[in-house]
């Protein structure tokens, strides 16, 4: 019923799929589903730049977030697909060299298992009072341009985009004549779908310098002065950052700002002085675990897809794939006579 290559087959009537989310998660699983053959609906009440997807780095990078065991395949396809819009002409995205700094004895490396290369950083790569590093080429998106890129491509695949607030899934999937809904709503998906673990947030603030010609990238989430990275894209650098679970004001503070500021140009001098464009603080959606499945109880199929924390441009790619596949298998299941249809035929 969802197929890559696309078109129903003869006889088969078109799949009708609404997202609700049009965060850069539910823009690329609204993508992956049109690509698939499915008549495509988003509703969502911001656009992606009105949202936290607005506020990302763009580093491909499974920062704060935890995925099932099973999932890795999720993060691992997802930069393929990465890395070949980075080869394609006229996508805002790019690979990039960088250093991740290591503080501790025992860092987690199960990242490097899905970067496009690596290898061990050189003692005078990293910061005095790091263990050691991790050289690495991976995908950066320059978030603005991508996400306005992705939005056109969904639109030329087909995909309607409606504004409006979802307050009940099976209200929606009926407003929009769903066969299959996918809750890609960040961070207030569980509330629509009644998850006793939705989430908590946490907030991280930025800050975009000018780019004075860098092009490679440092994350130190252990910097002993606060968690420090510097993603440069192209005409500008985002750097950050903050990590507050659930913080109570979502207000650019301009005394966090000067942290960050400071941070920065220690670690990458040529910063310093470089006017800043913008400042912004988001809400991470973060969440125990990545929810990616089927959510039973509703007239019509439902697969959940949330709970990215800070990696949903990162995940964004292999959840669209698994989300096509969920989909296509439940409503292949709906499909099937059931033993006892056959037995009344
Ligand atoms: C400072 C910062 C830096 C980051 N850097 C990176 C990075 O470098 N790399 C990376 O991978 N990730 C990064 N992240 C994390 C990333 O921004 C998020 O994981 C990602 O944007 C989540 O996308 P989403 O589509 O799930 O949610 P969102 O972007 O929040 O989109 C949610 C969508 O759902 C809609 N919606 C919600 N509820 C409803 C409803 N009831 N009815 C209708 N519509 C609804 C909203 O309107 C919106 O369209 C960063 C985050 C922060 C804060």
Redesign the pocket.
Known sequence: MLQAGGTPRAGERQVRATV????????SVAHDLAISGAAVTV??????H????????????P?R?TTEPGAGDVLLRSRARFEQLAATDGVPVAVREGTVVERTADPDRSWTAAAIRYREARPDEVPAGAVSGVRAALPV?D?PHYLRWLAERAAVLGVLVEQ????DVDV?ARATSADVVVV??????G??LADPDPGTP?????VRLANPGLTDWLLDEDDPAGLT?V?PRGEDV?C???AVVDPADTAVDPRVQEGILRRVTAAVPALAGQEVLGA??????ARSTLRLGPVPGFAVPVVA??G?????????WGCAEAVVAIAGDLLDQRAAPTPSDSLTK
């Open positions: 609700v989310g049009a965060g850069v998660v539910g823009l509703v969502a009440d911001r656009s992606a009105e949202s936290v997807s607005g506020v990302a780095g763009g580093l491909w990078f920062y977030v998106a978030t409006a607030e979802v307050h929606a890609a709503a960040g961070a207030r998906s509330a629509l946490v907030g991280g603030q930025v990275y993603i985002v950050g950052g903050t912004a603080h988001g809400l991470r959606p897809c949330y990215h924390g800070g990696a949903g441009l990162t995940l964004s």
